[in-house]
């Protein structure tokens, strides 16, 4: 059973998604609430029915290349009954080194998920970023599906878009709610 109506899964090599999750979840505790993580290698598929909101989070490896944790189960994401649930996605990717793929695994895993019913929030604008291409763009490339990060080429700026991605989640979570 979920300790919290919140949980964040992430999938991760080299720890940074993991990371990232950490600092999305301290944001949410700022704000009063409780957020359950899970890397995704660790959970069973069905667990993610249990919770209200989902925050799912995913590096691109290289040339579009998938975590392979959620690669796994990718083709098992779309049999689970979400269409009460709330999903936000953040991804990490490097602009500058593949910026004809940047966080393009975000992308495919929104696509993954599209068949659930789940309602996404947390579109992220793509200024500030510099790449060509993202197969997780949105409205003619104006908006990423959900939070972008580049720990290679913009480190500095990523506590500051967590911050504010989250009280944009908390915002839109509670027009959902309502």
């Known amino acids: 059973m979920a300790n ?13 998604t993991e990371e990232v999750g950490h600092k999305i979840a301290k944001q949410w505790e700022e704000l009063g609430e409780q957020v359950d993580l899970f890397n995704i ?4 598929l069905g667990q993610l029915e249990q919770y209200s909101m989902l925050i799912l ?8 290349g998938i975590q ?6 990718g083709d098992d994401l779309a049999n689970l009954t979400l269409e009460d649930t709330v999903i936000a996605l953040y991804g990490l ?6 910026g004809d793929y940047f966080v393009d695994a975000m992308g495919w ?4 998920l599209l068949p659930t019913g789940a309602t996404f929030i947390g579109q992220w604008s793509t200024e500030g970023y510099e790449f060509e291409a993202s197969r997780a763009c949105v409205h003619n490339k104006e908006h990423f599906i959900g ?8 480190f500095e700026l990523t506590d500051q878009r967590i911050e504010q991605w989250v009280i944009q989640l908390y915002a839109e979570r509670a027009v959902e709610a309502a």
């Open 109 to 112: 895993l929104y696509e993954k």
């Open 68 to 73: 392979s944790d959620w690669e796994d189960i």
């Open 57 to 64: 989070g995913i590096p691109t490896w290289d040339f579009g």
């Open 147 to 154: 939070l972008a990060i580049d720990e290679d080429q913009q």
């Open 93 to 98: 990717g490097d602009q500058f080194g593949y």
């Open 41 to 44: 290698k660790d959970i069973e």
């Open 4 to 16: 919290s109506s919140i949980a964040l899964i992430y999938g991760t090599d080299t720890n940074n």
